[in-house]
């Protein structure tokens, strides 16, 4: 009897060849994985790292040759000094859109103060008049890997800093790494301020910084 009572009828027995038994299940699990995986199997386009700011002179459709005026790098803290300490960071949201936020009085983004700013569109061209501009997604090289190759004043001194803490038994968890010192990532403690404040003032005087502090880097060296 099959299902419901109806009539079953038995297939003759066939056999199966060596090694078929164990097969099927193998070729299960890789379908399996296959439809788990989803969309990362059709190579889903990888999140942009940041956007340009692009002008296009005597075009009205932004098209033909292009001056950049600014880049921005999503996931990025830039501190500034002047007029006031503070720090600003964007961040990538969808895929024709990012957003800016002000730290006022911080300048690694960090603490309450956030603030959102605005959010600035990507592959939507102006036009005006004499010139079109738009903002486009790029993908930025990574950071050099690496200890800092000039730690500068600034470096050193955060690298002094570290020693002090660690003595104390609380380590730094950031690390200096090649950079252009407008670059700290949140968490980096009093000596990541710090650090930044002297880049902030060494490149008002002239002598910018050759290194970030961020938790993405190689360890301390004291050179």
């Known amino acids: 009897q099959g299902f419901w009572g109806t009539p079953s009828r038995r297939e003759p027995h066939r056999?199966?060849?060596a090694g078929a038994r164990a097969a099927m299940p193998l070729r299960a699990l890789v379908f399996a994985a296959a439809a788990a995986a989803g969309p990362a199997l059709g190579g889903a386009p990888p999140q942009p790292s940041?956007?340009?700011?692009?002008?296009?002179?005597?075009?009205?459709?932004?098209?033909?040759?292009?001056?950049?005026?600014s880049t921005d790098l999503m996931g990025t803290c830039t501190p500034f000094l002047i007029p006031a300490p503070a720090s600003v960071r964007v961040e990538y949201v969808n895929e024709t859109m990012y957003s800016s936020y002000h730290y006022q009085g911080v300048q690694d983004?960090?603490?309450?103060?956030?603030?959102h700013v605005m959010d600035l569109v990507v592959n939507s061209c102006?036009?005006?008049?004499?010139?079109?501009?738009k903002r486009v997604w790029?993908?930025?090289?990574?950071?050099?890997?690496?200890?800092?190759?000039a730690p500068?004043?600034?470096?050193?001194?955060?690298?002094a800093c570290c020693i002090g803490l660690e003595a104390k038994g609380t380590p730094c968890e950031c690390r200096l790494h090649n950079g252009t010192g407008t670059d700290v990532g949140p968490g980096c403690g009093a000596c990541?301020?710090?650090f930044v404040a002297c880049c902030s003032a060494a490149g008002l005087a002239g002598y910018p910084?050759?290194?970030d502090v961020t938790r993405e880097a190689s360890p301390v060296v004291v050179v």
Do not use: F, M, W
């Open 15 to 17: 056999p199966r060849a």
């Open 50 to 69: 940041g956007a340009e700011l692009r002008r296009y002179a005597g075009s009205a459709d932004c098209t033909g040759q292009h001056t950049v005026l």
């Open 109 to 115: 983004c960090s603490g309450g103060s956030r603030r």
């Open 126 to 133: 102006t036009n005006e008049g004499d010139y079109s501009q």
């Open 138 to 149: 790029i993908t930025a090289p990574s950071p050099p890997p690496g200890r800092c190759a």
């Open 152 to 159: 500068g004043d600034c470096g050193l001194a955060y690298q």
């Open 192 to 194: 990541g301020k710090a």
């Open 209 to 211: 910084c050759a290194c």
